[in-house]
T-cell receptor, first 117, second 114 residues
Framework: AQSVAQPEDQVNVAEGNPLTVKCTYS??????LFWYVQYPNRGLQFLLK??????LVKGSYGFEAEFNKSQTSFHLKKPSALVSDSALYFC???????????????FGQGTTLQVKP | DTGVSQDPRHKITKRGQNVTFRCDPI?????LYWYRQTLGQGPEFLTY????????KSRLLSDRFSAERPKGSFSTLEIQRTEQGDSAMYLC????????????FGNGTRLTVT
């Protein structure tokens, strides 16, 4: 089965420091990977995606993610964290198993990022 | 704002009552998804529409749940005979037909069953 795992329930980082939110995946075939952010009582906002090409993907709000095939990882990164980055982050993989190719996403359980001033 | 719109934002109902939620996707998106999210968990897929056709349903979608998208535009999700375990955030998302397009989510409907 296709899945993603986010090994950390919470990540704490000081403002101005680099941040990393981890994600590992398990797929059959090529992975199509996504990161979303969720603020309290809101829906999910798309940050970035990896389809093919460069292993370093740049996204919204200064975030980037590094795809590593050998480690089956897709970690989210930002060089300098802001307090306003505090939110819930989800890694997701496109479900490519079904022949109808619905485009649906399978999400990890989420990682809470706390950025302290 | 031309994003995905969901109504209502919050719904409190008593066990055994029926509830219906509405989702208006981004107008040019022909794919529409319903997800359910419980506290501390990632969103779980419920069902998917391509235009008006419901093409996939999760095993999570019991026979008390029904979703429609009659004209390929807005969608409704109905839960009959609600149970306390149905309490969750119900999220709607839409996307273009290109399977690599990201999903765009609405702000969700939070259901509380008392």
């Amino acid at each position: 089965a296709q899945s993603v795992a986010q090994p950390e329930d919470q990540v704490n980082v000081a403002e101005g420091n680099p941040l990393t939110v981890k994600c590992t995946y398990s797929v059959s075939g090529n992975p199509y990977l996504f990161w979303y952010v969720q603020y309290p009582n809101r829906g999910l906002q798309f940050l970035l995606k990896y389809i093919t090409g460069d292993n370093l993907v740049k996204g919204s709000y200064g975030f980037e993610a590094e795809f590593n095939k050998s480690q089956t990882s897709f970690h989210l990164k930002k060089p300098s964290a802001l307090v306003s980055d505090s939110a819930l982050y989800f890694c997701a993989v496109r479900d490519m198993l079904r022949s109808s190719n619905t485009g649906k996403l399978i999400f990890g359980q989420g990682t809470t990022l706390q950025v302290k001033p | 704002d031309t994003g995905v719109s969901q109504d209502p934002r919050h719904k409190i109902t008593k066990r055994g009552q029926n509830v219906t939620f509405r989702c208006d996707p981004i107008s040019e998106h022909n794919r529409l998804y319903w997800y359910r999210q419980t506290l501390g968990q990632g969103p779980e897929f419920l069902t998917y529409f391509q235009n008006e056709a419901q093409l996939e349903k999760s095993r999570l979608l019991s026979d008390r749940f029904s979703a429609e998208r009659p004209k390929g535009s807005f969608s409704t999700l109905e839960i009959q005979r609600t149970e306390q375990g149905d309490s969750a955030m119900y999220l709607c998302a839409s996307s273009l037909e290109n399977s690599l397009s990201p999903l765009h989510f609405g702000n969700g409907t939070r259901l509380t069953v008392t």
